[in-house]
């Protein structure tokens, strides 16, 4: 099993309507692909420039079904709609 965890932070300027279509496409995501094995959207409680947005912690069976995912229709159509309106960084670990 691997861990997929991204934290988001959103661009200056972002609007919040636009901010909040982003979060519900992103969790939307968990009736869509089936690859995914667990999947959890947050947002951050406290606001601070110094802090993420938001994050997307998931798990997957293995590296093919994180490949599958990645080129999944449904989630290209969420990565693209957030490329434009944030940042983010990824961490993908092994669970043993």
């Known amino acids: 099993m691997i861990k997929h965890i991204l934290l988001f932070k959103f661009k200056q300027g972002v ?3 636009d901010k909040n279509r982003g979060i519900e496409m992103l969790r ?5 692909v089936p690859e995914i094995r667990e999947w959890e959207v947050g947002v951050q409680r ?4 110094k802090f993420y ?3 997307q912690v998931s798990s997957f069976e293995n590296i093919e079904a994180i490949e599958c ?5 449904e989630h290209e159509k969420v990565r693209a709609y957030l490329k ?3 940042d983010w960084v990824k961490v993908d670990y092994d669970l043993f």
Do not use: H, I, Q, Y
């Not at 406290?46 to 420039?49: F, M, N, P």
């Open 46 to 49: 406290e606001k601070s420039d």
């Open 69 to 73: 995912f990645g080129k999944n229709p």
């Open 84 to 86: 434009k309106r944030a």
């Open 53 to 55: 947005d938001f994050a």
């Open 15 to 17: 609007s919040e309507e």
């Open 28 to 32: 939307a995501l968990r009736e869509k």
